[in-house]
């Protein structure tokens, strides 16, 4: 996995350069938005991670310019600002994420992974998280390689917590996708397939309960 | 925030008015008493001299001239002749040596007029004031004059009554031009009212411009004045929020270099014989990076700052949902049980500032619980207010202290930890921008702490 890293501090730089490389992934850096535009139009690279202050077109604007070419590359932006402002900016003009300064390393390789992931899933229909693989369109779960079987609403709850993998997601939001099945849902249904899932899934990933939220999964201890 | 009310501008103009008005009035109308009072006794006057003297004359018909000597008819009456029932008249015929030729001895004489016969004068015979009324009647024989007075009492009665009646339609009329001063100026500051309601009603923070159309010509400068005060603030805090930005930036770049590279080193295997210099450099960095971000936070919630910063519908269910997703997996760390109750609410405000009020009330929840404690962030409506509570089972905040943590870089005796105590200043700062409280008690059965947030009744 190739990730272009847009920065012109070099500390920062630095530290994104190594601290993706080390997390796995192929990692090439451009100090401005113009470097960056050519080094993205001469190869591929499966994600960049853009600084909003490049020192003369900003980050938002080779967003931007990505974009109106027609570019799908994710794009994980970073910023020192925090106004609301920028962050609804940037996601309008089509940044896939955004991480504020200072940031924890981990917290950036996961958001990355994030992002490859959902890209590959639109790519290819196939999610990967960690062990599990999640053939989405074949409605198929395989852990270590080795195939799971799941029933046809212990799917729809999986299916619905990976495509948010790392994200919360209500528990109304899981009734609805349980809801097709099953005429009548007892109120603790999401709660029984939930638990369901975790027996099935076991070390492989982890779906934590978020009190009064909803539930989230989470790539397992490697 | 309101502007001050009680004693305001606009009933002391009223006052002013009305004072103003009052002695001048009352003075016209003094005048105007005394005039018509005068007017109309001198018509009462001249009608009762009239009769009068026409009395008199018709008296002259009882002087006779006898062998060329005046001498008063026989039975001259004593009485009154065209006298009315009210009045009685006395009478005096005196010939041209003074002699008493009928009626009563001693009564006087009005002096001679050159321009009116009969004559009038006032007199006063024995105590009683009299009108008196002189004929002079020349005959062969010389000059007689009649003499006929009346008490002056007689005309007390309608100058009484035109007195008293001229007082009270006088003094009617002041009332009833006071009544219509006032209620002239009522209706003439409305256009105040007005203004002094839109300045209430638009929130102090947002500075909203004043509508110069509105108000009436006089006032109209000082809106002016008031709109362009208000674009000076705005410009002024606009100019501060982008200093805090630029300075958020420069501050949080150079943060993120050094931490990244420390951590990084940290990760490195020859590093290990110095993990724990590196891990006070790492704690060091963090709390120099969360200091950074607080004093920022605070820069941003003061009023030099937020000062019409633009207020939005903000949904305090999602901004629940948001700060403790984005704080689970720290509190899961710290072995915490971080949930949500939220309830749907909403206000209008500004959502970054929100975020920031919400996010310290948690940070310190999560600071300052004990492993296996739990944090629980809630929203909803309680007695017509929206509301934010974060409520945690932690050691508590002692009643005595809970107006202390709210100042800037205080932290309680006692608590380590990583805190610069600014977390509640920042609270206090954005609730106050909102027109919200804030509230410090004890959580449930009296442990840990319940720090709300209550926003002020929508109108």
């Keep these: ?222 | 925030m309101a502007v001050a009310s009680g004693s305001g501008s606009v009933p002391s103009i009223r006052r002013r008015l009305l004072l103003f008005l009052l002695p001048p009035l009352a003075a016209l109308m003094l005048v105007g008493v005394l005039v018509n009072y005068g007017a109309a006794m001198l018509f009462v006057q001249s009608a009762y001299d009239q009769r009068l003297g026409d009395a008199a004359v018709s008296l002259g018909a009882s002087v006779l001239v006898v062998d060329g000597r005046l001498q008063a008819a026989a039975a001259a009456p004593t009485g009154a002749r065209h006298a009315d029932h009210l009045v009685t008249l006395r009478y005096a015929i005196l010939g041209p040596d003074g002699a008493v030729l009928a009626g009563t001895p001693g009564l006087p004489t009005a002096p001679v007029s050159l321009t009116a016969n009969p004559s009038f004068a006032d007199a006063v015979v024995g105590g009683e004031r009299l009108r008196v009324a002189s004929y002079r009647l020349r005959t062969t024989a010389g000059t007689a004059v009649i003499d006929v007075a009346e008490s002056a009492a007689a005309r007390a009665v309608p100058a009484r009554f035109i007195l008293a009646g001229t007082w009270l339609t006088d003094f009617i009329q002041l009332d009833v031009t006071l009544f219509i001063v006032w209620l002239g100026v009522h209706y003439g500051l409305k256009p105040l009212r007005a203004l002094r309601a839109q300045i209430e009603a638009g929130s102090a923070r947002e500075l909203k411009p004043l509508d110069v159309t509105a108000v009436p010509a006089e006032v109209a400068p000082l809106v002016a004045a008031l709109n362009m005060l208000f674009d000076i603030l705005a410009e002024a805090a606009r100019s501060q929020r982008r200093f805090v930005a630029d300075t958020a930036h420069q501050l949080r770049t150079p943060i993120a270099g050094l931490l990244g590279n420390l951590e990084l080193l940290m990760q490195e295997p020859s590093a290990a014989g110095l993990q724990p210099r590196l891990q006070g450099l790492h704690e060091g960095m963090s709390r120099l990076a969360h200091s950074a971000n607080q004093l920022l936070a605070l820069a941003r919630a003061d009023p030099s700052a937020s000062l019409t910063v633009q207020f939005e519908e903000v949904d305090l269910r999602l901004l629940a949902g948001r700060v403790v997703e984005r704080n689970f997996d720290r509190a899961a760390k710290a072995g915490l049980d971080l949930g949500a109750d939220a309830a749907a609410a909403a206000v209008r405000g500004a959502p970054r500032l929100l975020e920031d009020l919400l996010g310290n009330l948690v940070d310190n929840a999560l600071s300052y619980t004990s492993r296996g404690g739990s944090v629980t962030v809630r929203s909803g409506f309680s007695g017509g207010r929206a509301f934010l509570e974060v409520e945690d089972d932690g050691p508590g905040i002692p009643e005595g202290e809970r107006l202390k943590v709210r100042e800037r870089f205080y932290r309680l005796p006692g608590s380590g930890g990583h805190g610069c105590g600014l977390g509640l200043a920042i609270v206090e700062e954005i609730a106050r921008a909102h027109g919200a409280q804030l509230y410090i008690e004890s959580g449930a059965a009296g442990r840990g702490t319940r720090a709300r947030v209550s926003f002020a009744l929508t109108a």
């Excluded at chain 1, 693989?133 to 390689?145: E, F, K």
């Design chain 1, 1 to 222: 996995m190739r990730i272009l890293v847009v920065e012109d501090d070099e500390l920062v730089a630095d530290a994104l350069t190594i601290g993706l490389g080390r997390a796995g992934f192929a990692v090439d850096r451009s100090a401005s938005a113009e470097a960056a535009a050519a080094a993205l139009s001469a190869e591929h690279f499966d994600l960049a991670v853009v600084d909003v202050g490049l020192p003369r077109a900003d980050g938002l604007s080779l967003v931007r310019q990505l974009r109106g070419r027609g570019v799908t590359l994710p794009v994980l932006i970073l910023t020192a600002r925090d106004t609301l402002a920028v962050r609804v900016e940037a996601l309008d003009l089509g940044a896939d994420d955004f991480l504020q300064k200072p940031f924890a390393q981990e917290e950036l390789v996961a958001r990355c992974r994030a992002l490859i992931r959902r890209a590959n899933l639109h790519a290819s229909g196939e999610l990967v998280l960690g062990r599990l693989r999640i053939d989405v369109p074949g409605r198929s779960l395989a852990i270590d390689g080795q195939a799971v079987t799941l029933t046809g609403r212990e799917w729809a709850v999986l299916e619905c917590l990976a495509l948010h993998a790392g994200r919360v997601v209500s528990k109304e939001r899981l009734q609805q996708a349980i809801a097709g099945f099953e005429q009548v849902l007892t109120p603790n249904a999401v709660e029984v397939y939930v638990s369901r899932l975790r027996g099935k899934l076991a070390e492989a990933a982890a779906i934590h309960t978020v009190r009064g939220l909803g539930y989230r999964l989470d790539e397992g201890a490697a």
